[in-house]
């Protein structure tokens, strides 16, 4: 089909179903270029939705399924597009932040209509430029809010975890948190000296290959109670409640001062 008879289906359809360029675009690109064929499609997929009586605000809806794929969720493609599109790229923190919005439980899970539209109805966000206002002040909060950048740290965790393994494999921990602390810019800082004599050890030990949620769990607050060697190696107390890598971490220390 020609570029003139491609760009008369997209008018079209956008008169017929008060769609954006892009939303025509999409299905009829999924649809061949089948004008009738696009706007079934269109319309068969809102009324799978909203006959579920949720009354969403349709520019909501239309939202939602700009994005999704033809079996109704976003997948991972689709989500690149729509971080994009919020002004984010997918490796900015904020983007875990946005996870926790909306309940994903790990990154290789697709969204579906209801965590999206349940979430943002109730934040009544219901248009790009609107998610992009909360998406900025989640970032904002990222930088403020001690408590929430500690919620979303712990978050991490469970979201980074790959197919059923409970644990981190160390580079991917690593990852992360260079990811959170590596620029100290956030709410909750760790010095570079602990994050890179804790990294060094964790290269170097050959006592475990993973991390254990326990360990991440308690790595911040460890950090943040001992901040350098000094009041480390002076005020590390093996009885208490730390977990097995710390106390070996602490014992490494003690042989490289």
Not at 149 to 176: K, M, P, W
Not at 182 to 195: K, Q, V, W
């Amino acid at each position: 089909m020609s570029s003139t008879r491609q760009t008369e289906q997209i008018r079209e359809f956008m008169a017929i179903t008060n769609a954006t360029r892009s939303t025509a675009e999409k299905f009829l690109k999924e649809n061949r270029w089948s004008l009738d064929y696009a706007i079934n499609d269109l319309y068969n997929r809102r009324e799978n939705f909203t006959n579920q009586d949720h009354g969403y605000d349709e520019q909501l809806v239309a939202t939602y399924y700009h994005y999704a794929s033809k079996n109704g969720t976003m997948d991972s493609e689709a989500l690149i597009r729509y971080v994009n599109n919020l002004g984010y790229q997918l490796e900015d923190p904020v983007t875990i932040c946005l996870a926790h919005l909306l309940h994903v439980e790990n990154l290789t899970a697709d969204i579906n209509e209801d965590q999206f539209l349940s979430r943002w109805d109730s934040l009544r966000c219901n248009n790009i430029e609107q998610m992009q206002r909360y998406m900025d002040s989640m970032e904002q909060q990222l930088h403020q809010d001690p408590r929430y950048f500690q919620t979303i740290y712990s978050y991490t965790f469970e979201l980074a975890l790959e197919g059923d393994d409970r644990q981190l494999s160390i580079e991917t921990a690593i990852a992360y948190w260079k990811l959170l602390f590596i620029n100290n810019s956030y709410a909750s800082t760790i010095p570079y000296g602990r994050l890179h004599s804790w990294f060094q050890f964790l290269h170097e030990q050959t006592e475990f290959t993973s991390i254990s949620k326990d360990t991440w769990e308690m790595f911040l607050p460890f950090a943040l109670k001992f901040p350098n060697d000094r009041e480390l190696l002076a005020g590390y107390n093996v009885m208490e409640s730390w977990p097995i890598a710390i106390d070996e971490y602490w014992e490494w220390l003690k042989l490289t001062q």
